[in-house]
């Protein structure tokens, strides 16, 4: 055979590439999800779809299923990836708290809050806070699946935590008050109290020392006296 010719084994293998992967896109899956949490934030996961998710962003439903293949995947990485850092972050200035001599209940709740109320400051951190807000109206399975994943490992720690500086509590008063605590600065977060209403400023201005009100509001609620 003449090196002029070839045979099919001789040509070059076509490289396959997984279908509706648009070429010089590689940050889509961050956009899929920044667009997916402001809507799951402001219309539930029921009232969201994944075509409109596509329509958003002007691509086709076909590529938000390449990427996360299915709705209930998507809201658990819209979910684990702001959520996940929280805790992670909450251990970390635990950690550092242990080897403090000297600490005090209001450094816990510090601890505990200034990682969510970081996300404040920037829209998809808002969205993220309502979406987390707005979370027990979701479906109980997804709903306890993903707060279990996220918080349960973080939110035992700091219950421990808290029993050593408050020994006369309980563990259930304990996180009966966690709960609170939590329910607390989620409301206050997620843009939809009242407090626009009775301060007539702009957002910026009505929500200035909000962080620090809710650390002294915690602070408080934790070490008020055992009812039992």
Same mark, same amino acid.
């Given at each position: 055979?003449?090196?002029?010719?070839?045979?099919?084994?001789?040509?070059?293998?076509? #490289?396959?590439? +997984?279908?509706?992967?648009? !070429? $010089?896109?590689?940050?889509?899956?961050? =956009?899929? *999800?920044?667009? @997916?949490? %402001?809507?799951?934030?402001?219309?539930?996961?029921?009232?969201?779809?994944?075509?409109?998710?596509?329509?958003?962003?002007?691509?086709?439903?076909?590529?938000?299923?390449?990427?996360?293949?299915?709705?209930?995947?998507?809201?658990?990485?819209?979910?684990?990836?702001?959520?996940?850092?929280?805790?992670?972050? #909450?251990?970390? +200035?635990?950690?550092?708290? !242990? $080897?403090?001599?000297?600490?005090?209940? =209001?450094? *816990?709740?510090? @601890?505990? %809050?200034?990682?969510?109320?970081?996300?404040?400051?920037?829209?998809?951190?808002?969205?993220?806070?309502?979406?987390?807000?707005?979370?027990?109206?979701?479906?109980?399975?997804?709903?306890?699946?993903?707060?279990?994943?996220?918080?349960?490992?973080?939110?035992?720690?700091?219950?421990?935590?808290?029993?050593?500086?408050?020994?006369?509590?309980?563990?259930? !008063?304990?996180?009966?008050?966690?709960?609170?605590?939590?329910?607390?600065?989620?409301?206050?977060?997620?843009?939809?109290?009242?407090?626009?209403?009775?301060?007539?400023?702009?957002?910026?201005?009505?929500?200035?020392?909000?962080?620090?009100?809710?650390?002294?509001?915690?602070?408080?609620?934790?070490?008020?006296?055992?009812?039992?």
């Amino acid at each position: 055979m003449s090196n002029s010719q070839t045979t099919a084994s001789d040509k070059p293998a076509r #490289r396959t590439r +997984r279908p509706g992967r648009p !070429e $010089g896109q590689t940050n889509l899956a961050d =956009e899929i *999800l920044d667009a @997916a949490e %402001i809507m799951f934030a402001e219309l539930g996961y029921s009232g969201t779809t994944l075509r409109q998710v596509a329509e958003k962003l002007g691509v086709t439903p076909a590529m938000i299923a390449y990427y996360f293949q299915s709705k209930d995947n998507l809201f658990r990485a819209v979910f684990l990836r702001r959520g996940q850092g929280i805790s992670d972050s #909450r251990m970390e +200035r635990l950690s550092e708290l !242990e $080897g403090k001599p000297g600490k005090i209940v =209001e450094d *816990l709740v510090r @601890a505990f %809050i200034e990682p969510s109320a970081r996300l404040y400051g920037d829209q998809q951190g808002r969205a993220f806070l309502r979406l987390h807000a707005r979370l027990h109206m979701e479906p109980e399975a997804l709903s306890f699946e993903l707060r279990r994943t996220v918080y349960n490992e973080s939110t035992r720690a700091y219950a421990r935590a808290f029993a050593e500086l408050l020994p006369q509590l309980s563990e259930r !008063e304990i996180y009966q008050r966690m709960s609170l605590l939590i329910g607390a600065y989620l409301y206050a977060f997620s843009g939809t109290s009242r407090l626009g209403e009775f301060l007539v400023t702009d957002e910026g201005e009505s929500t200035r020392g909000l962080t620090e009100n809710i650390i002294a509001f915690g602070t408080a609620g934790m070490m008020s006296r055992s009812n039992v």
